[in-house]
Nanobody, 117 residues
Framework: QVQLVESGGGLVQTGGSLRLSCAASVSIFSFNAMAWYRRAPGKQRDLVAQ???????DYGDSVKGRFTISRDNASNTLYLQMNSLKPEDTAVYYC???????????WGQGTQVTVSS
């Protein structure tokens, strides 16, 4: 039983902030890495941010300096703090977890983020 459930999506204005949460049904110590991906209509699914088991982080170029990925091991929760939101951030955001390096084999169902202009 591995389940990832995203929450926190919604409608925000350009320049606003939003925090997404991903609740895992198992200890996130089980994962080598966790990540946020997003997919806008008609576009490819892109990496937003990831965090590895040792705490290192990586961000997609389009969100560097605006988004922050973090985790709370005690509550088995992954977060994505999104600041200075832009209309192009509009997408379905997915939580993902990897038990093998560079392979995300568990996925949530996504949460919609819409940024109005």
């Amino acid at each position: 039983q591995v389940q990832l459930v995203e929450s926190g999506g919604g409608l925000v204005q350009t320049g606003g902030s939003l925090r997404l949460s991903c609740a895992a049904s198992v200890s996130i110590f089980s994962f080598n890495a966790m990540a946020w991906y997003r997919r806008a209509p008609g576009k490819q699914r892109d990496l937003v941010a990831q965090i590895t088991s040792n705490g290192s982080t990586d961000y997609g170029d389009s969100v560097k300096g605006r988004f922050t990925i973090s985790r709370d091991n005690a509550s088995n929760t992954l977060y994505l703090q999104m600041n200075s939101l832009k209309p192009e951030d509009t997408a379905v955001y997915y939580c993902a977890a990897a038990t093998k390096i560079d392979y995300f084999n568990y996925w949530g169902q996504g949460t919609q983020v819409t940024v109005s202009s």
